[in-house]
């Protein structure tokens, strides 16, 4: 099952990869690119997103919740009810016991097509597993990166329940479920490892050794996800507890917020009083990772973005600078560090535009972290970057990390815009995300 990797154009044509794939696969046939809008080219086309692909050996298994009921006039009608449990529950034992439940999803099921709102059988936690009645699921861009791409590049199974942002109740436990109890409210841990290897035992499962020749891939990224009514969790272990915090606003924390704070501690030593951090694109992740440097960083923070309205929002949410995303915006770092430089700049796009101005920017000792699922040349080298600057390619985050960003929200160091939609309006959610028109993350409610 899919393991995701990251994989770049290594400027001379052949691809490189630049993390975990399983073994059999390869990185031939995947090329640089991204979702991205470069400063020369603004149309943002679905199309033309290529560069991060997860290798799938199995992937027929793992989407445990294709089955798709009939046309809407063949089936049951559920016109005295809302509840998915009703029609179930008022027959007898025998009538419950053939019939499945069945709730919607939203699903990717035509390469190159717009995901759709389907009715699905609602699925059964087996032994280990946990189902959670989803309380919400947030819109990433890597969803939107992954529908992009060709029949050739796209391994993550069809149909895939999307939705790798996900929070929920705690409705049924498998057999031999401990540490989790009915009604709890929790976030999902969304990259899956395996749970035994040195990288797992560290609570970093986003590295795991195993996941791709054991088959284990995130929810709504080769495993059904979490734009549904229900999901199953593999294992408690990916669950942590969400208290008080309101799912909706939060459930993006799980990458939104993960994601770029994984970025971030990496980079910490760097960013010490009189430093400079830099953010390019400031959309779902980005607008957090400004909040986080704020909180963990007296970095002055600089913001990037080809829009307005999210510069506009980066500074709302504390970012000192915001400049449009173009060569001008070079001058303007070096002349607010004095020439220096930035000691970090967090690339949330990455293509080649972004790359560039991101190496034109960092200074000496600095960090160039690629956050973003586009690739591009980096040059690298004493006459080519800054003496001892390094080149990061994060992914995700750790489960202690997930829990240190809920208790960043706890004390309300962060927090992520959110725009609310239905499942049904799951789909305008994803068109809203691809024209840039969103402020911070959406987020669907079942
Ligand atoms: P988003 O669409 O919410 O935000 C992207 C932002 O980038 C937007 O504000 C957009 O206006 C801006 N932008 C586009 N082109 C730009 C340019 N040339 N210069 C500056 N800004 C530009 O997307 P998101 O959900 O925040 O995801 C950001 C990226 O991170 C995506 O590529 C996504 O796939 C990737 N991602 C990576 C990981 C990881 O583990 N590495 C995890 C989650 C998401
Ligand atoms: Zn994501």
Redesign the pocket.
């Known amino acids: 099952m899919p393991q995701l990797v ?1 994989v770049a154009a290594d400027g001379i044509g052949a691809p490189t990869c630049l993390g975990l794939i399983p073994p059999g696969a390869d990185c031939q046939g995947v090329a640089e690119g ?6 020369a080219d603004p149309a943002l086309s679905f199309a033309s997103t290529r560069g ?1 692909i997860a290798a799938a050996a199995d992937r027929q298994e793992a989407v445990v919740d294709s089955a798709i009921l009939g046309p809407r006039s063949q089936r049951p009608s559920r016109k005295t009810s809302s509840s998915p449990y009703a029609l179930a529950d008022r027959r007898s034992p025998a009538g419950r016991a053939d019939r499945k439940r069945i709730m919607k999803a939203l699903q990717y099921r035509t390469i190159g097509a717009p995901p759709e709102v389907v009715e699905i059988e609602t699925p059964e936690p087996g032994p280990g597993q946990v189902r959670l009645k989803i309380t919400a699921a947030g819109v ?3 969803d939107a ?1 992954i529908m992009g791409l060709t029949e050739e590049q796209y391994i993550y199974g069809l149909p895939l329940t999307l939705g790798h942002e996900g929070a929920g109740v705690v409705d049924k436990l498998g057999d031999g479920v401990h540490g989790v109890a009915i009604g709890d409210s929790v976030a999902v841990y969304g990259p899956w490892g395996c749970g035994r290897c040195y990288t797992c035992a560290q609570g970093k499962e986003n590295y795991c050794e195993n996941a791709a020749a054991e088959g284990i891939a995130p929810p709504g990224l080769g495993a059904p996800g979490s734009m549904a009514e229900y999901m199953i969790v593999n294992d408690s272990r990916h669950l942590v507890p969400l208290g008080d915090l309101d799912p909706v606003e939060n459930v993006s924390l799980t ?2 917020g993960l ?1 770029p704070y994984h970025a971030i501690k990496g980079s910490l030593t760097k960013l010490g009083p009189g430093s400079t951090a830099v953010v ?7 607008h957090v990772a400004v909040q986080i440097l704020r909180a963990l960083t007296p970095a002055t923070v600089i913001a ?4 307005d309205e ?1 510069l506009q929002l980066a500074k709302d949410v504390g970012a000192h600078h915001g400049f449009l ?1 173009n060569s001008d915006a070079i001058d303007k770092i070096r002349a607010l560090t004095g020439g220096k430089g930035a000691q970090a700049v967090f690339d ?4 080649q ?2 790359i560039d101005i991101g190496q034109s920017v960092i200074g000496v000792e600095g960090d160039l972290v690629l ?4 690739a591009g040349a980096v040059k690298a080298g004493v006459l080519a970057s800054p003496y001892d600057s390094s080149v990061r ?4 985050g750790s489960r202690s990390e997930l829990f240190e960003v809920l208790d960043l929200a706890r004390v309300g160091a962060i927090h992520v815009e959110t725009e609310v939609f239905s499942l049904n309006e799951g789909p305008k959610a994803y068109e809203k ?1 691809h024209e ?1 028109s ?1 402020r911070g ?1 959406a987020v669907i409610v079942p």
Do not use: E, M
């Open positions: 990251q991204g979702h991205a809008r470069d400063v991060w990433c861009h890597s990166f990458d939104a994601t390019i694109g400031t959309g779902g992740l980005g990037l973005d080809v829009n999210k995303s949330f796009v990455v293509v535009p972004t956050v973003g699922v586009g390619a994060p992914y995700w995300l840039g969103l993350r």
